[in-house]
């Protein structure tokens, strides 16, 4: 049985990769709009040279319909890359952008009771694109109240958990059907008659950029709530050191100071990995490779300048990677956010021991630990491309030793049906296994058909040649079968020929006869 936890955790990996894939899906749209928008707006042009020569009406239905067009193509690429005019970073108190929105829908609240609560007023900052979160609040608003036909009422709540700010859009109006959920968010969704579809693709994809999610709930008649988390400035602002909430006592060594700090670690480095922490389960279900478990070896690893160890490390890492198809984008997104904490502790041990160090020793320091990790980072990826390769190499082995089944017929007949091209790879593997048939058994006749195969070049049949040689030598009958047209060519065009103690046959079945016969 499924528990109750096991359950929302499902439901909550699911909304992960819906979301991931409402953002692709974006993207390819996005694409898709780019590449259709540039011939329209050509034929737009014409449109009008024409309607210049010789006025028809015609050509203005064809021209508003092109406008029309021209319109979705740009709401779609409006929503789909709001990266379009590359808006820059900034932080924001989220609380005062929200009432500056509602504000704008003043006009409805003869009908709508608004009720807003926002705590954390001042520590709910964001770091992100400001205009691109304000036009997704719009649209979550704005479908809000087209969601109340008459009277009702519109909750707005704000809070902070986990340095992550939540804001909670709650409606009394509709609903959503159950059988609607899945196209949620999908461009071009729309149950409204002069809707887009536009709004909510819009908001899933920002919120996405923004290493954020959407939970939704709905009942239909009784209202929805969308419910975003997005994590706040503390996760997101790179520049500036972190001032670590750590409660440490002073003469202990750096050592120490991690192993006492081993859940604020864990949980800076949740913080700063948001992909990731999504995949952790998943990835010790399939692997039973432990991240955080891994995250505090590596850390201690450096920190105690165990190089050999931290090598070994990485090999063994990189070998479970490849072994178990784990995304490798995962797995540096991972060191990354590791180096990242590694150096917010270093900062914080330093600020709290009230070490003297000087410059040299800082620099020193800096250079010895990112050497560490990239060195960790060199051996993962070259153990990790091995790993591939060999199982790559492996995968090819294996088609190999299949694609040559050489059959008894009886204890003295084996038969070789050879198919599909034989180039130098296979040439070697098809001798070693037709020699270690024709030693090992007690065969006198080994037949091959050709039929359905043929010699990528000169040096394989030569070399499949030589191999009917040894068979011969060995003492045993080759006898070839189904040579078709092309391999005439092919041998008569080098001068070839199959030696004298070979017999030939136009197919597998006059060979047995012959056999039979003679027998
Ligand atoms: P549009 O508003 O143009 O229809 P959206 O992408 O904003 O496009 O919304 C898509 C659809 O999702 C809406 O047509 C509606 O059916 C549904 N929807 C969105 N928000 C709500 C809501 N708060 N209550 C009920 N239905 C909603
Ligand atoms: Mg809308």
Redesign the pocket.
């Known amino acids: 049985m499924i528990s109750e936890e096991q359950n929302d955790q499902a439901i909550d990996q699911r909304d992960h990769s819906h979301q991931s894939q409402l953002a692709s899906v974006g993207q390819i749209a996005a694409g898709i709009a780019h590449e259709v928008r540039n011939p329209l707006t050509a034929v737009k042009g014409f449109l009008q040279l024409l309607k210049e020569k010789s006025p028809d009406s015609y050509i203005d239905v064809a021209e508003m319909e092109l406008n029309h067009a021209l319109m979705t193509l740009e709401n779609l690429l409006q929503v789909s890359k709001p990266d379009k005019e590359d808006e820059s970073l900034c932080s924001f108190k989220i609380s005062a952008e929200l009432e500056s929105i509602l504000y704008l829908f003043q006009d409805q609240l003869y009908r709508v009771n608004l009720i807003t609560d926002f705590q954390d007023v001042d520590s709910a900052i964001i770091y992100g694109k400001k205009n691109q979160l304000k036009k997704a609040f719009f649209?979550?608003f704005?479908?809000?109240f087209?969601?109340i036909p008459k009277q009702g009422a519109i909750t707005v709540k704000q809070y902070i958990e986990d340095h992550n700010v939540h804001i909670v859009i709650q409606?009394t109006?509709?609903?959503?059907p159950k059988e609607?959920f899945p196209f949620?968010?999908t461009p071009f969704?729309?149950?409204?008659e002069d809707?887009?579809?536009?709004?909510?693709?819009q908001?899933f994809t920002v919120i996405y950029q923004h290493g954020g999610k959407i939970e939704v709930d709905?009942e239909e008649n009784k209202?929805?709530t969308?419910h975003l988390i997005i994590p706040s400035e503390m996760v997101y602002k790179k520049d500036g050191v972190i001032h670590l909430d750590i409660d440490s006592s002073k003469g202990i060594t750096l050592k120490e100071f991690f192993l006492n700090n081993r859940d604020i670690f864990e949980q800076q480095l949740l913080l700063e990995a948001v992909n990731v922490k999504e995949k952790i389960k998943e990835i010790h279900t399939i692997g039973s490779i432990n991240l955080l478990e891994n995250a505090h070896k590596l850390v201690l690893y450096i920190i105690e300048n165990r190089r050999h160890d931290l090598m070994m490390f990485a090999k063994k890492e990189g070998e479970a990677w490849a072994k178990h198809s784990l995304t490798i984008a995962f797995k540096l997104e991972w060191i990354q956010a590791i180096r990242r904490v590694l150096w917010d502790f270093l900062y914080n041990f330093d600020r709290i021991q009230e070490l003297e160090v000087n410059r040299d020793y800082f620099y020193t320091l800096e250079r010895n630990i990112n050497e560490l990790i990239d060195q960790f980072l060199n051996s993962f990826f070259i153990s990790y491309t091995k790993a591939k390769d060999d199982i790559l190499h492996s995968h090819q082995q294996l088609i190999n030793e299949l694609t040559v089944p050489i059959v008894r017929f009886t204890s003295y007949i084996s038969f070789l049906p050879l198919v599909g091209k034989v180039d130098k790879n296979r040439i070697k593997t098809i001798k070693d296994k037709v020699f270690g048939q024709v030693l090992q058994s007690e065969a006198h006749s080994f037949i091959i058909d050709l039929s359905k195969a043929s010699f990528s070049g000169e040096a394989e049949l030569l070399s499949f040649l030589k191999m009917i040689d040894g068979i011969s030598m060995i003492g045993c009958r080759p006898i070839i079968t189904g040579v078709g047209q092309k391999l005439v060519e092919q041998m008569m065009g080098n001068n070839l020929s199959f030696n004298n103690r070979t017999e030939t046959y136009r197919t597998v079945n006059h060979a047995l006869e012959q056999y039979y016969m003679k027998s």
């Open positions: 649209n979550l704005k479908n809000a087209e969601a409606d109006g509709v609903g959503i609607k949620i968010g969704f729309t149950t409204k809707g887009t579809g536009m709004g909510l693709a908001v709905s209202g929805t969308f």
